[in-house]
C-alpha cells in the first residue's frame, strides 16, 4: 500500500544532551487517516523541511497512540539543513510533511530470548519505543540496554530510562561514556565493548538489537557473532548523516 503522507505541527521543541534535540509533533486531522499515530515501534518517519523538498528519516522514540503524537531524538549536524531548522528556526506550531511509517527494524515477538539493546546517541530512540510497548504490552523476558555516547555532556533521556528501569523490573541498563571525565562512574568505553563484557558473562544468547552510526553496527556484529549470537539474531538499523 501507498505509505502515507500526512501533515503535523510542533508541539515541543527542546535540547537533548549536547549537541541533539528532542522534537515532538502531532498529526492534523486527515479524512482518510484520522489523527491516530499507528506504528510499529522500531519504524521511521520521513520529514520534509518546512517550505522545501527536503526529506530526512528519523527513527519515533514513542509509542503508537490515539493522540497523533509522534516524539523523535535528532541529533543535530554541524552541515546538516534540517539540523539548521531544527536549531535556529523552528518554532511551535510549524507544519511538516511526514511520510510513513516506514522500516523493519522491529522487535521479534515470536523470539522467547532475551532482548538486548545496543544504542548509539539518538540510536536510543527506536530503543525507547519498543521497550515502552514492552511496558504497555507487560513483557516480561529479560531485556538490557547499553546506551553510549562520547562524553557526558552528550547523555539524554535519562530521565526516560530510568522510568522504564522502574517500570520493567526485567530491564537492566549500563550507561557507557566513550571518553569520560575523571567523575563518572559508569561504564568507560563503548556500548559495543559493555556487549562484549556482558556476553563473556555466559548465560542464554539474547537477540540484540542494535542501532546508531556504522562503527557501532559493524563491532556490534563482529562482538555479537564471536560471543556466540547467530547471525539471524542479529538486527540492526544504520544512523548516517544525509
Known amino acids: 500500500a501507498p505509505v502515507p503522507e500526512r501533515g503535523a505541527r510542533v508541539t515541543e521543541i527542546a535540547p537533548a544532551g549536547a549537541g541533539a534535540i528532542r522534537l515532538v509533533l502531532q498529526y492534523e486531522d486527515d479524512p482518510q487517516h484520522g489523527r491516530a499515530a499507528e506504528f510499529i515501534p522500531g519504524q521511521f518517519m520521513e520529514l520534509t523541511l518546512p517550505g522545501t523538498s527536503i ?6 522514540a514513542n509509542t503508537p497512540n ?11 549536524h554541524p552541515q546538516g539543513v534540517f539540523s539548521r531548522y531544527l536549531k535556529d528556526s523552528a518554532k511551535i506550531d510549524d507544519l511538516l510533511l511526514i511520510k510513513g511509517p516506514q522500516g523493519s527494524f522491529t522487535a521479534d515477538e515470536s523470539s522467547s530470548s532475551p532482548r ?4 548509539g546517541g539518538t540510536g536510543v530512540a527506536p530503543m525507547l519505543s519498543m521497550l515502552r510497548q514492552m511496558v504497555e504490552f507487560g513483557v516480561t523476558q529479560e531485556a538490557r540496554l547499553f546506551f553510549g555516547v562520547n562524553t557526558e555532556e552528550e547523555l539524554f533521556a535519562t530521565d526516560a530510562v530510568e522510568e522504564l528501569s522502574t517500570s520493567l523490573p526485567c530491564l537492566s541498563v549500563t550507561f557507557c561514556v566513550w571518553k569520560p571525565g575523571p567523575n563518572w562512574t559508569g561504564f568507560a568505553g563503548t556500548p559495543a565493548e559493555a556487549l562484549a563484557a556482558a556476553l563473556g558473562n555466559g548465560g542464554a544468547r539474547p537477540d540484540i538489537y542494535v542501532c546508531g552510526p556504522p562503527a557501532l553496527i ?3 556484529e563482529a562482538i555479537a557473532l564471536a560471543g556466540g549470537v547467530s547471525h539471524d539474531r542479529i538486527f540492526s538499523e544504520q544512523f548516517s548523516p544525509a
Not at 55 to 60: E, F, G, N
Not at 116 to 119: G, K, T
Open 66 to 76: 490515539w493522540d497523533g503524537t509522534l516524539e523523535f531524538l535528532i541529533r543535530l
Open 116 to 119: 538486548w539493546f545496543v544504542a
Open 55 to 60: 526529506t530526512r528519516a528519523y527513527s519515533l
Open 218 to 220: 559493524e563491532a556490534t
